[in-house]
């Protein structure tokens, strides 16, 4: 069992910068790949970013070069470091945790997720 937490979302300028966090609990966090979804107001929930348990990482387009996830294991924490937002990147922001060897990017492939974060980028 995983339990998950984020943290670091809020209201920032278009250009602007967020780092968000997520706190996972349980002993096994190493061992699952953790990514990183959003969902704006009436659209369906989509992939942002993954990192698998070996540091390999893979990207949405609209998001590569802005946006950069890491983890750090000691911590039991995954970030998602979002430069250069635009008021597209609103929504909110769900962190989700699954153990498969492959690289997954679909919603219903992910085990556990956290309640979300409001990210809100004005003009």
């Known amino acids: 069992q995983v339990q998950l937490v984020e943290s670091g979302g809020g209201l920032v300028q278009a250009g602007g910068s967020l780092r968000l966090s997520c706190a996972a609990s349980?002993?096994?966090?190493?061992?699952?790949?953790m990514g990183w979804f959003r969902q704006a107001p009436g659209r369906e929930r989509e992939f942002v970013a993954v990192?698998?348990?070996?540091?390999?990482?893979r990207y949405a387009d609209s998001v590569k070069g802005r946006f950069t996830i890491s983890r750090d294991n000691a911590k039991n924490t995954v970030y998602l470091q979002m430069n250069s937002l635009n008021p597209e990147d609103t929504a909110i922001y769900y962190c989700a945790a699954e153990v498969s060897l492959v690289v997954r990017t679909t919603p219903s492939e992910f085990d556990y997720w956290g309640q979300g974060t409001q990210v809100t980028v004005f003009s």
């Open positions: 349980g002993r096994t966090f190493s061992n699952h790949a």
């Open positions: 990192i698998k348990r070996n540091g390999y990482t």
